[in-house]
């Protein structure tokens, strides 16, 4: 026998199946499960048995029949740039706050990945199609002619913008007064001999960090050199790299006493360059981070760092991100302000007095002199 010959199709029950169990009109159904307006004033007995015939037919909302009606999916979207083979633990903490946040109000969640921003911001456009109610951009590289170009029905927010967007509120952190008073905390601890590995040069967190850098220098009357400034990138492959150039490029000078990374990721990077060399922190060199993520808290030993309250920031992304959804009809600024978090200097064991006597750079395989 075929097992297909007799079988039923099953099909969803709809409003009509719950207005005819119940004696009454799809409208009718429609009006007090979907609070759908109708000019017919419903019994309560009648809402009692409309009720009852959806529980008894297991009747469930159609979702975008509903989306329809109210112009809302009840979904974020939320868009990225994950570039590194290492975990990303920024992204990792502000996606985390996120997710809290909108299951706390109810709403899914859609990631989209892009390949980077500059190449991928034409499709921003085509993410806005209707199958999100608004998008938020993490740490978004856009110009501001790509900004220009995003979509005026959707609303959008963004952590740690590079440049500010046209009518996208910006939610950033205290970047330039965290890097100067991490300084300012090496500099308290007696270091003089300072080094900063920079993040990703023109971006506008990496330049912030810089100028805190060299205000905290100059407050302490340490004359400033440009050799106290070294290019690296936001990834923790980088502060490897950049660390083993420097230390190849200043065999016999003396090792730093402290070196203050961009981020925690080139911070751990410079860490295992470090170790490969055989110096150790904080006995041989201090090394700080920034952003205070998991991988400050899980190095050996535990990373000094800026702590931005990622998780807390992306949270409010989604509260802001909905607070605009609610009113996308009403005015919107040309120049929204941004939303400024404050930021922590965490002391972990990573970052100790200077050493007694300079360390010298050996010549690679050479040991800890």
């Known amino acids: 026998m075929n097992g297909a010959r007799g079988s039923r199709r099953i099909h969803a029950t709809t409003l009509a199946d719950v207005g005819r169990a119940a004696g009454v009109s799809a409208m009718a159904a429609s009006a007090v499960i979907n609070g759908a307006r109708t000019s017919s004033r419903i019994a309560p007995d009648t809402r009692e048995r409309i009720l009852a015939a959806a529980a008894r037919l297991h009747y469930r909302p159609n979702v975008a029949a509903r989306a329809l009606a109210s112009r809302r999916i009840h979904t974020i979207g939320v868009a990225a740039v994950v570039v590194s083979d290492d975990l990303d633990y920024y992204f990792l903490e502000v996606l985390g706050g996120i997710l809290a946040a909108a299951g706390r109000h109810d709403q899914n969640t859609t990631l989209f990945t892009l390949h980077n921003w500059s190449d991928d911001a034409a499709r921003l456009r085509e993410f806005c199609d209707g199958r999100i109610d608004g998008l938020i951009l ?21 952590l740690h913008a590079n440049c500010p967007l046209p009518n996208v509120i910006n939610i950033e952190s205290d970047e330039e007064n965290g890097a100067c008073e991490m300084t300012r905390y090496l500099i308290a601890r007696g270091h003089r001999r300072l080094l900063h590995l920079t993040g990703t040069r023109g971006f506008i967190g990496a330049e912030r960090r810089i100028r805190g850098f060299k205000r905290a220098v100059a407050g302490a009357g340490i004359p ?10 936001f990834t923790t492959d980088a502060g490897r790299d950049t660390m083993r150039r420097w230390l190849r490029s200043h065999v016999g000078q003396p090792l730093p006493q402290a070196i203050f990374c961009a981020n925690d990721g080139i911070a751990t990077g410079c860490l295992e360059a470090l170790a490969e060399a055989g110096f150790r922190a904080p ?9 205070d993520t998991l991988a400050a808290r899980t190095t050996v030993p535990q990373l000094a ?3 931005q309250p990622l998780g807390a920031m992306g949270s409010r992304a989604v509260e802001v991100l909905l607070e605009r959804i609610q009113h996308l009809d009403g005015p919107a600024a040309a120049a929204p302000k941004p939303i400024v978090f404050p930021v922590d200097v965490i002391t972990r064991a990573s970052v100790g007095p200077p050493p007694v006597g300079a360390r010298i750079v050996p010549p690679p395989g050479a040991g800890r002199a």
């Open 138 to 158: 993490i740490a978004p590289t856009l110009t501001p002619v790509a900004g220009a170009q995003l979509p005026a029905h959707t609303p959008f927010v963004a």
């Open 283 to 291: 006995e041989d060199v201090s090394v700080a981070g920034f952003d």
């Open 224 to 233: 400033f050199s440009r050799a106290m400034i070294v290019d690296s990138d």
């Open 305 to 307: 760092t800026v702590r």
